[in-house]
C-alpha cells in the first residue's frame, strides 16, 4: 500500500528557496513515478515536476523550469523537490503523487486520475 507523507513546506520569503520531501512509507511505490502537483487558492491542482522510477526522465511545468529540481533517492521510495528563486505566484499546497503512468504523460494529465496523493504540505511565498 502506497502511504505518500509530504515534508519541508514552510513561510520564505521571495527570492528564498524549500525543499519538498515525501516519503512512501507504504514502500510500495519503488516502480512507480513519483511528483508534485499544487493547487493555490481558488485555482486548479497543476502539474509541477515528474520524475521516472530510474530517475532518468524528468518532466516540468514551464513556470518552474530551471527554478525547481525535482530527484528521488536510490532506494527509489522518496523524491524531493528543490525550489529555489520562490515568487509570490508559487504559494499553494504542493501534493505529493504516486502514479504508473509514465513521466511523459503528467504534465497533461487529469489529476484526478493519478492514483496516490499525499496529504499536501504549504508552502508560502512572502514579498
Known amino acids: 500500500q502506497v502511504q505518500l507523507e509530504e515534508s519541508g513546506g514552510g513561510l520564505v520569503q521571495a527570492g528564498g528557496s524549500l525543499r519538498l520531501s515525501c516519503a512512501d512509507s507504504?514502500?510500495?511505490?519503488?516502480?512507480?513515478?513519483m511528483g508534485w502537483f499544487r493547487q493555490a487558492p481558488g485555482k486548479e491542482r497543476e502539474f509541477v515536476a515528474a520524475i521516472s522510477w530510474g530517475g532518468t526522465v524528468t518532466k516540468y511545468a514551464d513556470f518552474v523550469r530551471g527554478r525547481f529540481t525535482i530527484s528521488r533517492t536510490g532506494a527509489k521510495n522518496t523524491v524531493f523537490l528543490q525550489m529555489n528563486n520562490l515568487k509570490v505566484e508559487d504559494t499553494a499546497v504542493y501534493y505529493c503523487v504516486a502514479d504508473g503512468r509514465a513521466a511523459t504523460g503528467w504534465p497533461s494529465a487529469n489529476p484526478y486520475e493519478l492514483k496516490h496523493w499525499g496529504q499536501g504540505t504549504q508552502v508560502t511565498v512572502s514579498s
Open positions: 507504504g514502500r510500495t511505490s519503488t516502480t512507480s513515478v
